[in-house]
C-alpha cells in the first residue's frame, strides 16, 4: 500500500430513495465515481428505497437510518455513530432532513467536512425548517447546488457568503438513455398510432404545474385534434406535499377540458427511458426547478424539450436550437411552440440531434462525476 492514495472516504445521507431528482443523481454519482480514489457509501432515512435497485453496488456501504417521527432527534446519534464507524471523510446531504441531520450528525461525530445541499431554485420553508438551518448555520462547511440560480436562492435564505458554494449541474446516463432506431416500431409496441405524442414527465407537486401543460394541449388540439398526451409520475410517497389533492384537481382539469380520451396516465415506472422514445417532444412548464433530470433525460433521448424559463434551463436548452423556452404560465405561448415543432418535422429531428449532442457536451453523468469528484478532492485538500 505504500505509495498509493489514500481513497477519500465519502457518504452522502439523502432523505429516501423514492422516483426523484435529488435521489436519481444520487444514484448516477454512486455509479460512477471513480472507485479507486473514493469510497462512496449512502445512508437513507426512509426504508423506502425502490430505486436501491439501480445501484451498481447496492449492497456495499448502503445504509438505513430509519426516522421514525417527524422530529425524530436519535437520528443525528445514530449517524454520528455510523460516520465514526466508517470513518467518513466527508458526508454530504441531500434533501431538508438529511441535511440537518448531517450538520448535527457531523458535528457529534467530528466529521472533518459537512456538505449541504440545495436542489431548488425557490422552497416555501416553515418557521421550523428555517430555525433548524439558524441553530446549525455553523456546522456546514459547503453548500453545493445543482443550478446558479439555486445558489442564488439559498444564499438570500440563508445568507451564506459566495465563497460557500459550488454549482454542480446534473447528469445523465447517455447510455441508459439513448435514442431507439425507429420511433414508430416503439409506439406501436405500447398501442400507439402515428399520432403525435407529447409527454410530461413528473411526480405530482404543484411546482410541475401540469394545468399549464393541459391548457396548452387544448389549445393545441384545436389545430391538431389527434394528439396523444402521455403522463408518466404518480403522487409523492405516502402523499406528501399534499400531492394527492393536487393529482385530483389536474383530474378535474382534465376532465373539464374533455381531455381524458387524449391522455395516457402511467403513473411512475422503473424503464422511464423507454417511455421518452414514445414521445416526439416533451414539455416542463415548472414554477420553480434546480436542474430538471427530465430535461437532460429527454434531451439525451433525442426528444426536443419545450421548458419554463426559469431556474438554469436556459443553461442547459440553448433556445431555438437544442428545444425551446416559453415564459412561465403562458400556456398560450407554450401551444405556440408546441405547434410549430409538431408540424415541421425536419426541424424537430435537427433539434433532436442538437439536443442529445448538448448532453455530452456538458451534462452527462461522466461530467457529473468529474466535476463533483474534483470538488471532493478539493475540499479534501483544503481541510488537510
Known sequence: MTGRMKKIKVMIVISNLEYGGAQRQVVELSNNIDKERFNLSI???????????ELIDGEDGFFVVEKKAKFDLTVATRLAKILKQQAIDIVHGYLFDAEIAVRLAGKLAGTR?????????????????????????????WIVANSRAGAAFNRSLLGYDDERYRVIHNGVNTDKFKPV????????KHGIGDEPVIGMFASFKKQKRHDTFFLAA??????????????????????KEGSDEYKNSIMELVDRL????????????????????????????????????VILESMSCGVPVIASDVADNSLVIEDGKSGHLFTLNEYEELAEKWIELLENESRRNQMAKDA??????????????????AMYQEFYSLKN
Open 356 to 373: 442529445r449532442a448538448r448532453i455530452f457536451e456538458e451534462f452527462s453523468t461522466q461530467k457529473l462525476a468529474e466535476k463533483t469528484e
Open 258 to 293: 374533455g381531455l381524458r380520451d387524449n391522455c395516457l396516465f402511467l403513473g411512475n415506472q422503473d424503464n422511464v427511458e423507454e417511455f421518452y422514445n414514445l414521445c416526439d417532444l416533451t414539455v416542463l412548464p415548472s414554477e420553480y426547478e434546480g436542474t430538471p433530470n
Open 43 to 53: 445512508c437513507v432515512l426512509s426504508s423506502y428505497t425502490p430505486m436501491r435497485q
Open 181 to 188: 432506431e425507429n420511433k414508430a416500431d416503439a409506439k406501436q
Open 218 to 239: 387544448n389549445e393545441v388540439l384545436k389545430k391538431i385534434p389527434n394528439i396523444k398526451l402521455l403522463l408518466v409520475g404518480d403522487v409523492l410517497f405516502q402523499a
Open 113 to 141: 467536512i459537512i456538505l449541504g445541499s440545495e436542489r431548488n431554485c425557490y422552497h416555501r420553508y416553515g418557521g421550523h425548517q428555517l430555525l433548524a438551518y439558524k441553530i446549525t448555520r455553523n456546522w456546514v462547511d
